[in-house]
């Protein structure tokens, strides 16, 4: 870890993180990489974790999660690790990609889940599936997104994360690989993005801690 933070604001995060932003294009241009643009995405958003980056994240965090819903476990590459961890309560998808309970759409759960959720959410409208994981637990329950560290900023984004501030931003310091459909092989270069876990404990109002992982 090479530091840790609290921040004093929600306003303070989006500027000390502004800095990072800024290295991630550097990186992009160096690397030669490129961000998936329209056309190039899969049609709903399938870019499997690798699971490395979950066990990275549990390991160094210690974060005490308990019977968590996947809520689109792809193939169920997150899933998996959390299964093997004792974690796992569910995984579903809306899409059949063989693992877990196929054709759930997650904004169709009306239920309150009782235990946490955690996914690399489809990133067509990333805050809308972090809104409704939150309206699906109970407070104190947690909710946790891998997600671009571009979430933090953004004025629709905005009002969302001053009502509803993270408890904790783990930010990944190495590119974590992402592959689209799941091709790893393929897609075995490092990610031109730097992605995050965003934790959400329902119900907190305080300051934003942020943190760096391997
Ligand atoms: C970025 S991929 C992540 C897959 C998996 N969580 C992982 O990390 O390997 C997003 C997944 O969300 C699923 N998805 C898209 N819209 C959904 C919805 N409304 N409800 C449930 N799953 C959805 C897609 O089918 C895809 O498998």
Same mark, same amino acid.
Request: charge should be negative; charged fraction near 25%; aromatic fraction near 12%.
């Given at each position: 870890?090479?530091?840790?933070?609290?921040?004093?604001?929600?306003?303070?995060?989006?500027?000390?993180?502004?800095?990072?932003?800024?290295?991630?294009?550097?990186?992009?241009?160096?690397?030669?990489?490129?961000?998936?643009?329209?056309?190039?995405?899969?049609?709903?958003?399938?870019y499997?974790?690798?699971?490395?980056?979950?066990?990275?994240?549990?390991?160094?965090?210690?974060?005490?999660?308990?019977?968590?819903w996947?809520?689109?476990?792809?193939?169920?590459?997150?899933?998996?690790?959390? =299964? +093997?961890?004792?974690?796992?309560?569910? @995984?579903? %998808?809306?899409? $059949?990609? !063989?693992?877990? *309970?196929?054709?759930?759409n997650?904004?169709?759960?009306?239920?309150?889940?009782?235990?946490?959720?955690?996914?690399n959410?489809?990133?067509? =409208? +990333?805050?809308?599936?972090?809104?409704? @994981?939150? %309206?699906?637990? $109970?407070? !104190?329950?947690? *909710?946790v997104?891998?997600?671009?560290?571009?979430?933090?900023?953004?004025?629709?984004?905005?009002?969302?994360?001053?009502?509803?501030?993270?408890?904790?931003?783990?930010?990944?310091?190495?590119?974590?690989?992402?592959?689209?459909?799941?091709?790893? *092989?393929?897609?075995?270069?490092?990610?031109?993005?730097?992605?995050?876990?965003y934790?959400?404990?329902?119900?907190?109002?305080?300051?934003?801690?942020?943190?760096?992982?391997?």
């Amino acid at each position: 870890m090479l530091y840790a933070g609290t921040v004093n604001s929600a306003e303070t995060l989006f500027e000390k993180l502004k800095e990072k932003m800024k290295m991630s294009k550097g990186d992009f241009t160096t690397l030669g990489a490129s961000a998936h643009s329209k056309e190039e995405r899969e049609e709903n958003d399938f870019y499997a974790t690798d699971p490395k980056a979950l066990e990275i994240f549990l390991d160094e965090t210690g974060i005490e999660l308990r019977n968590v819903w996947e809520c689109a476990c792809g193939e169920g590459h997150l899933a998996k690790v959390l =299964d +093997a961890r004792g974690l796992l309560g569910r @995984a579903s %998808d809306l899409i $059949d990609r !063989g693992y877990g *309970v196929t054709e759930s759409n997650f904004y169709y759960s009306s239920e309150i889940w009782e235990g946490d959720i955690l996914t690399n959410p489809p990133y067509g =409208d +990333a805050m809308k599936f972090c809104q409704h @994981a939150l %309206d699906c637990v $109970d407070e !104190g329950s947690k *909710v946790v997104m891998l997600m671009r560290i571009q979430f933090l900023e953004g004025q629709r984004r905005k009002p969302f994360l001053l009502a509803n501030p993270p408890k904790y931003v783990y930010v990944s310091s190495s590119r974590l690989l992402l592959a689209k459909n799941a091709y790893f *092989v393929k897609y075995n270069t490092p990610s031109a993005n730097c992605y995050a876990w965003y934790v959400w404990e329902k119900g907190f109002k305080g300051e934003t801690t942020l943190r760096n992982e391997t």
